[in-house]
């Protein structure tokens, strides 16, 4: 199994690294063995792909283990909010006092990715949002709101496709936690993860 701590997991291949290694702000918080993509370089993660994010306001990037984003993805943060009850969107106090958090009210907080989500190519996520364990979000997508684990959503704004599983295997699948296994484990029983075949996984867990 590759080193959570290795930048760049298949050699000879630097356009893909597990994020963890590149980033540098503490207001971004990445799992072990979540990998991005990107032609341009995965160093580029958190200046091109984390927009409107602004120490000031303090809210926080989340993504969990085994996540795999694709090239272009977007996560919008709090600072692109503007106030919407006003007659003006304008933000003057923000450029007068330099303080976000009294003034944003349209603040949506942290946006979390959980586990083994795969995020499609050109995807923006939307500030505040929610995306369960083992969500796909199709390429092109706009996610506005927050996102029920093992589902497939896309479109824009992106809508529910179709859940990837049965309601009981989901309960299930959230149950186990395989992403929190030892690498050990996973290495073993990797023929059964990429299966989907839920007793032979719950024989392993039982």
């Not at 893909?16 to 207001?27: A, D, E, R, S």
């Not at 909010?81 to 007659?87: C, I, P, R």
């Not at 990429?194 to 867990?205: C, P, Q, T």
């Amino acid at each position: 199994m590759f080193d959570p701590h290795q930048k760049f997991p298949i050699p000879a291949v630097t356009r893909l690294g597990f994020l963890k290694n590149f980033i540098t702000n503490p207001n971004i918080v990445i799992g072990d063995f979540t990998y991005y993509d990107d032609p341009a370089g995965v160093e580029n993660f958190e200046n091109n792909c984390v927009l409107y994010h602004f120490d000031f306001i303090g809210d926080k990037l989340i993504i969990g283990k085994y996540c795999q984003i694709a090239s272009g993805a977007k996560f919008i943060m709090n600072g692109a909010n503007h106030g919407l009850t006003g007659f003006t969107t304008y933000p003057f106090k923000i450029f007068a006092e330099y303080s976000a958090v009294p003034l944003l009210s349209d603040n949506k907080g942290d946006t979390v990715v959980g586990n083994d989500v795969w995020i499609g190519y050109d995807v923006t996520i939307m500030p505040g949002i929610e995306i369960g364990d083992g969500a796909i979000i199709a390429s092109k997508s706009v996610v506005t709101k927050s996102v029920a684990p093992y589902t497939i959503v896309g479109g824009n704004p992106a809508q529910l496709i179709r859940k990837r599983f049965s309601d009981q295997v989901i309960v299930r699948l959230l149950k186990i936690q395989w992403w929190n296994w030892t690498t050990t484990k996973i290495k073993e029983y990797a023929p059964v993860l990429l299966a989907d075949d839920i007793n032979k996984l719950m024989d392993v867990v039982n």
